[in-house]
């Protein structure tokens, strides 16, 4: 990919950081946005979305109409058993994500360039489950969900979507516990579950590439081959 990417990175945590670091140092131009996640963390202010679309309006003044838009949805710090799910809980896992995701869609379409792509980074819980994390895994899959009909939308226009579906060893926080490493018959075929700067980074950098735009609403699977599904 050419330097000079122009990319609006949505989200904060060690994820995001290692995202940022690897961008740049493919010679993207990153402005991060990081979400005022109030509403029980929903990113929105009041409902209306002011919160993310001020953020990328901000970001965009820095860097000019974004080539690349990556999303990096919140996720639950510890996993929750099923039975003691309460609403609230529900909401900050599973309602709270999708709301962010749709915000940041709303909010960015204005300012797409020709032929940009919004990618949604989100765990491979939605794959094989994982207990106590529920609410993400459903809120993983209604992503999914919009990055297809979003496709299906803006596809005419030349703009296209993506899914990065990545190890939850790199999605949760390293506090979560066993519960967000999903189940598998066989750890992955590269022998780790990869980092978020030498092995995500790049393959956000060749979703960006012109080349690539013929791929939308499609998930590939950057977890090492633990999941090899379509």
Excluded: N, Y
Aim: proline share 8%; hydrophobic share 45%; with cysteine.
């Amino acid at each position: 990919m050419a330097d000079g990417t122009r990319t609006l990175l949505v989200g904060d945590g060690p994820l995001v950081d290692g995202l940022h670091d690897g961008l740049v140092d493919r010679g993207h131009v990153v402005a991060q946005v990081v979400p005022v996640r109030t509403d029980g963390g929903t990113g929105i202010e009041a409902g209306t979305g002011t919160g993310i679309s001020t953020g990328i309006g901000a970001g965009v003044s820095l860097i000019g109409r974004p080539d690349l838009v990556v999303h990096v949805p919140p996720v639950p710090a510890s996993p929750v058993p099923l039975v003691d799910q309460t609403t609230q809980r529900w909401v900050e896992a599973c309602e709270a994500p999708m709301a962010e995701a749709f915000a940041v869609a709303r909010a960015c379409r204005p300012h797409l360039s020709d032929r940009a792509r919004l990618v949604w980074v989100v765990p491979t819980v939605a794959m094989g489950g994982a207990a106590g994390f529920v609410g993400s895994a459903a809120a993983s899959e209604g992503i999914r969900a919009l990055a297809k009909s979003a496709a299906r939308q803006w596809g005419p226009e030349g703009l296209t979507t993506a899914v990065l579906a990545v190890a939850p060893e790199l999605a949760f926080p390293s506090d979560a516990g066993a519960g967000a490493r999903i189940s598998a018959t066989a750890g992955p075929a590269l022998g780790r579950p990869g980092d978020a700067f030498g092995d995500i980074a790049p393959l956000l950098d060749l979703l960006a590439d012109p080349a690539a735009r013929f791929m939308t609403g499609a998930t590939l699977v950057a977890d090492g081959g633990v999941w090899m599904a379509p």
